[in-house]
């Protein structure tokens, strides 16, 4: 079984920059796709960004210049590097691991951009 555990997410002002931690507990082996996603309120959730475990990334167009995914493979983690933030970026933002047979979501951490 896998557990994610997110951290990181807080309040900033506009313009500001954060960094979102996702460690996956358990046994991670073979191809996998670490990701971002997030849902804002009254909002479907979306994909911020994603991972593959070679370390190919993809970005929402959205993001495609503010943000970087990164993974750190001995320690089962992906990072989330934020920067010029914008009050439309508010939102919970989860962490999602999948395998070509399962996947697994954290809780979510929240990020709020506000004056």
């Known amino acids: 079984q896998v557990h994610l555990v997110e951290s990181g997410g807080t309040l900033v002002q506009p313009g500001g920059s954060l960094t979102l931690s996702c460690t996956a507990s358990?046994?991670?082996?073979?191809?996998?796709?670490m990701g971002w996603y997030r849902q804002a309120p009254g909002n479907e959730r979306e994909r911020v960004a994603t991972?593959?475990?070679?370390?190919?990334?993809l970005y929402a167009d959205f993001v495609k210049g503010r943000f970087t995914i990164s993974r750190d493979h001995a320690e089962n983690t992906v990072y989330l590097r934020m920067n010029s933030l914008k009050p439309e970026d508010t939102a919970v933002y989860y962490c999602?691991?999948?395998?070509?047979?399962?996947?697994?979501w954290g809780q979510g951490t929240q990020v709020t951009v506000s004056s």
């Open positions: 358990g046994s991670i082996l073979g191809f996998n796709v």
């Open positions: 999602k691991l999948q395998t070509p047979y399962n996947e697994w």
């Open positions: 991972i593959t475990s070679s370390r190919t990334a």
